[in-house]
């Protein structure tokens, strides 16, 4: 994957915690828990993906059901050109992480990303780098989303395993690594765990 | 020394030096490999201890878990919260540390403070076992293996024999073998000179074995330096065993003492004990005989009103004193004196066997073992104060060995018979005891609490295990372990002689490779030649 082909968004609202990204193309979004990041001259802003979504441009508008005479969903599309140029893909990213001098640190940068930064998606070298550490759990754990952060956390392991030459062995100390975490919160931590199937 | 040739089993997390310490198992460590009565090392700050599992424990973080435990198919589940959310703990006591200047030349000491917060706990190391309890060597005879340990464990027997010992177990459990095995240690580092009253038959020429052929028995082994004295001439020669001497024994050796001792086993009344005394004083040392001729005399009456008896104490005496007549092996009078014979062996440095044969009665036992006892306890005792008073070094140390210890040395009787006082007044006079006995709690909490270095095999009740701890700190973890021995080769040693209580598998016997190696000395180190040299 070319620098360009990995290139997805662009943020269109920071803070130290997380941003907002808009995507080039619609329903060109990162899968949940994916890991993205932004540049920062030299350094990099690690995040996780999360909130996906796709809605009208103008907040106040609607879409409106236009398939009723199509025969696919791709027909709906192709019939209104114009609904490409009105709607827009957006995701949220949870910052998990920074690099500085080539080295990765696992916890918040000293500033967040510019808006108008571009959003990369991750090479599978950088994550397996990034989380030999697993200290990112942390943050990962704490982010506060729209969506119930189970799901967050047990679809971000299974991302980053994915990206492990052995990845039953990641799963099981990032499962350990996750009850130190929420040592007084099994239900929680019994949630996460049984959405993390070796 | 490099503390990464062990394994490591967790962290200490809190404790107390009267409590015992806690440490946390790593998440690597399966509950399941650890057993109580294991020895592990604990690496604190500055210094190094030593101590001993004495209980194992399941705890978690969240007791949410206990309510919906993972299911049957959650095995990621539990694996992840095995060692984290669920984690083992357990309890160490300590008892040796080593590390600070002075215990550096003094080897391990007595512990006085606790390791710190996180201090990483091992598994001790065979080198920790021998810089412990020593190596073998012409002082330390090998006694077994720590459980699960290769290492040798040994007992450093000259000091053993400073103090009267028992060993103790259930019927069954090995306590002949141990007894025979620490027999030969004494024999073998000539650490003393054993009397041994052996009720059963199993320590001079055969031992029995459950489901196995017969063991060989002291005799057998050192054929030279042993030998065998018997009460039962007829039993030892169907049995082919060749004694040394028969003992039999005169009326005129028989004191009222003696008979005291056997006033429950005689079913005598305390008049009748009394009346033994009187008998003594009047008729001199040929009392029984004369006492029983009384009987068919028709001047009885007159006598017992001189001596102030009653004529039902009388004859609840009679009955007894026949008793003790009708034993085979006692006559009027005899010409050689089995104690002069036995004094005799002992003192050229032979280890004596007194074999029962058939006479497995308590009574004989009991009058036999305390009348010879009492004589060799009082001559050894003036050859001491000999010795002393004339500047010679003092006689071998003499190591009587009793079974059914509890009958010499219950409270009733604990106070007046010659065992009672052996046991308390030590090495003063160069001679103690090993007891041998199956109920400790029979013995009285006195004597018990005076006998140096305990080995005890399985023991299930409360009371025998609360008797055998008496006098012992840290008794409640020590509990523990000895109830979770196993039933055969398994013991536990403390006290006196060790410097930590450790619990053991004690070595073969039985085999011909363990005869050959129980023949062999072994090789003296050269660091007991410095000791010594100390």
């Not at chain 1, 620098?3 to 979004?29: H, K, M, N, P």
């Not at chain 2, 091992?122 to 699960?148: C, H, M, Q, R, W």
């Not at chain 2, 080995?455 to 973890?477: F, N, P, Y």
Request: charged content about 25%; overall charge negative.
């Amino acid at each position: 994957m070319d620098e360009a082909s990995s290139r997805i968004a662009e943020v269109t609202q920071a803070s130290t915690a997380g941003f907002f990204a808009q995507c080039y193309e619609l329903f060109d979004l990162p899968p949940l828990g994916s890991l993205i990041k932004c540049r920062d001259g030299e350094n990099e802003i690690l995040a996780v993906t999360c909130n996906a979504s796709t809605s009208s441009l103008e907040p106040g508008r609607r879409p409106i059901a236009r398939g009723k005479t199509e025969l696919t969903e791709e027909d709906v599309f192709r019939s209104n050109p114009q609904l490409k140029q009105l709607l827009k893909s957006e995701f949220e990213g949870v910052v998990l992480g920074h690099s500085f001098n080539n080295e990765y640190y696992h916890y918040l940068p000293p500033r967040p990303v510019k808006l108008h930064s571009f959003v990369y998606l991750c090479t599978t070298d950088e994550i397996a780098e990034f989380s030999r550490s697993l200290e990112f759990l942390s943050l990962l754990t704490s982010a506060r989303t729209d969506i119930p952060s189970e799901e967050l956390v047990a679809a971000c392991i299974r991302f980053i395993s994915a990206c492990h030459a052995d990845p039953s062995t990641f799963t099981a100390a990032a499962g350990k690594k996750l009850a130190q975490i929420f040592v007084d919160d099994y239900p929680k931590l019994r949630t996460i765990l049984l959405r993390l199937k070796l | 020394m490099n503390q990464k040739d062990s394994t490591k089993l967790g962290v200490v997390v809190s404790g107390s030096l009267s409590q015992g310490i806690l440490a946390r198992l790593d998440s690597n460590t399966s509950v399941e490999d650890i057993t109580v009565g294991h020895l592990v090392t604990i690496q604190g700050n500055t210094r190094r201890f030593f101590g001993m599992i004495n209980d194992i424990s399941l705890e978690t973080s969240d007791p949410g878990i206990l309510l919906t435990p993972p299911e049957a198919g959650e095995e990621f589940l539990a694996s992840v919260l095995r060692g984290t959310t669920t984690y083992g703990t357990m309890q160490i006591v300590p008892y040796l540390t080593l590390g600070s200047d002075e215990s550096l030349i003094e080897g391990p000491q007595p512990v006085k403070s606790i390791p710190s917060h996180f201090s990483p706990v091992y598994l001790a190391s065979e080198t920790d076992i021998e810089l412990v309890f020593g190596k073998e060597g012409s002082k330390n005879f090998f006694i077994g293996n720590p459980l699960d340990m290769e290492v040798k464990l040994c007992l450093d027997l000259p000091e053993f024999v400073t103090r009267s010992n028992g060993v103790f177990g259930k019927s069954g459990t090995g306590k002949t073998f141990l007894t025979r095995m620490l027999l030969i240690g004494i024999l073998q580092t000539d650490a003393a000179v054993n009397l041994v009253f052996d009720m059963h038959s199993e320590y001079g020429w055969m031992g029995t074995r459950e489901k196995a052929s017969p063991v060989k028995g002291l005799k057998q082994l050192f054929a030279s330096r042993v030998s065998v004295f018997t009460l039962d001439e007829k039993s030892s020669q169907e049995r082919r065993v060749s004694t040394d001497f028969v003992v039999h024994l005169g009326y005129d050796e028989i004191e009222p003492a003696d008979i005291e001792l056997l006033r429950q086993t005689l079913n005598l009344t305390d008049q009748a004990v009394s009346a033994t005394y009187q008998m003594r004083q009047r008729f001199g040392q040929k009392w029984i005989e004369k006492a029983l001729a009384l009987e068919s005399d028709g001047e009885t009456e007159d006598v017992l009103k001189s001596l102030n008896i009653h004529e039902a104490t009388f004859q609840n005496l009679i009955r007894g004193l026949n008793v003790i007549c009708r034993l085979p092996f006692t006559s009027p009078h005899v010409e050689t004196r089995a104690v002069d014979k036995v004094l005799e062996y002992l003192q050229s440095g032979k280890h004596v066997v007194l074999e029962f044969g058939r006479y497995r009665d308590i009574t004989a036992y009991i009058l036999v073992a305390n009348l010879l006892t009492r004589r060799i306890y009082s001559r050894y005792r003036e050859n001491t104060e000999k010795a002393m008073a004339e500047n010679r070094p003092r006689p071998k140390p003499l190591v009587i060995t009793i079974e059914e210890a509890h009958k010499f040395l219950n409270p009733a009787v604990a106070g007046q018979t010659i065992f009672g006082t052996i046991a308390r007044e030590m090495r003063k006079y160069n001679t103690t005891l090993l007891v041998i006995d199956q109920r400790p709690s029979g013995i009285d909490e006195e004597v018990m609490s005076q006998l140096g270095t305990k080995i005890t095999c399985l023991l299930d009740s409360e009371k025998d295990i609360d008797s055998v701890l008496a006098g012992m700190s840290g008794k409640s973890g020590l509990k523990s372990v000895i109830a979770k021995l196993s039933a055969k080769q398994q013991a536990l040693v403390f006290g006196h002689a060790v410097p930590m209580p450790v619990a053991f598998r004690p070595r073969d016997y039985g085999s011909a490779e363990s005869y050959e190696q129980f023949g062999k000395m072994p090789a003296v180190s050269d660091s007991q030649d410095l000791e010594d040299l100390w």
